[in-house]
T-cell receptor, first 111, second 115 residues
Framework: GNSVTQMEGPVTLSEEAFLTINCTYT??????LFWYVQYPGEGLQLLLK?????DKGSNKGFEATYRKETTSFHLEKGSVQVSDSAVYFC??????????FGKGTTLSVSS | KAGVTQTPRYLIKTRGQQVTLSCSPI?????VSWYQQTPGQGLQFLFE???????NKGNFPGRFSGRQFSNSRSEMNVSTLELGDSALYLC??????????????FGPGTRLTVL
């Protein structure tokens, strides 16, 4: 069945450091891929998405490229801020099925 | 547009009781999905409703049920509560009928604690 694997956290960085959170997936066909972010005490917010191979999603300085050859959708940001501290979830969606999430990666950024 | 709203935000119940959670989707959205989030199991899909019909169901016992009304608002019910039902219950809405490109928009969740 379909699945999403994320790097385990927590990830601890200093402000302005480069961020990569790895995400790989297993799916038949051509899923859409998403990154969601969850701040403490809140629900999930869509961060970015990509719906086909080689698409790049971007938002608020975050980027991720849909790589079908490596079945990956790694999240990157060039310079993190303290306000980026949150839990990040990679997810996939296929027609007629529910969103499938990775286990989440906690990011902690210190000043 | 207003986002997805969920009520109540917090609930405390005791074992054996039942509970009903409510979700109002974004205006114009017809699909509503429910997820359970726990530290141990992460985010797990409960069910999805579209046009008042359950279209998809996750692997949860029959104690978990839901419904959708003609205005797309949805409720989920958990009967005979167990300690393990303590979780954050998230509702998400999307505009169409299950296309893979759909984005699901999440509400803030209802935090259920079972004592």
């Amino acid at each position: 069945g379909n699945s999403v694997t994320q790097m385990e956290g927590p990830v601890t960085l200093s402000e302005e450091a480069f961020l990569t959170i790895n995400c790989t997936y297993t799916a038949t066909g051509y899923p859409s891929l998403f990154w969601y972010v969850q701040y403490p005490g809140e629900g999930l917010q869509l961060l970015l998405k990509a719906t086909k191979a080689d698409d790049k999603g971007s938002n608020k300085g975050f980027e991720a490229t849909y790589r079908k050859e490596t079945t990956s959708f790694h999240l990157e940001k060039g310079s993190v801020q303290v306000s980026d501290s949150a839990v990040y979830f990679c997810a996939l969606n296929q027609a007629g099925t529910a969103l499938i999430f990775g286990k989440g990666t906690t990011l902690s950024v210190s000043s | 547009k207003a986002g997805v709203t969920q009520t109540p935000r917090y609930l405390i119940k005791t074992r054996g009781q039942q509970v009903t959670l409510s979700c109002s989707p974004i205006s114009g959205h017809r699909s509503v999905s429910w997820y359970q989030q726990t530290p141990g199991q992460g985010l797990q899909f409960l069910f999805e409703y579209f046009s008042e019909t359950q279209r998809n169901k996750g692997n949860f016992p029959g104690r978990f049920s839901g419904r959708q009304f003609s205005n797309s608002r949805s409720e989920m019910n958990v009967s005979t509560l167990e300690l393990g039902d303590s979780a954050l219950y998230l509702c998400a809405s999307s505009p169409t009928d299950g296309r893979s490109t759909d984005t699901q928009y999440f509400g803030p969740g209802t935090r259920l604690t079972v004592l």
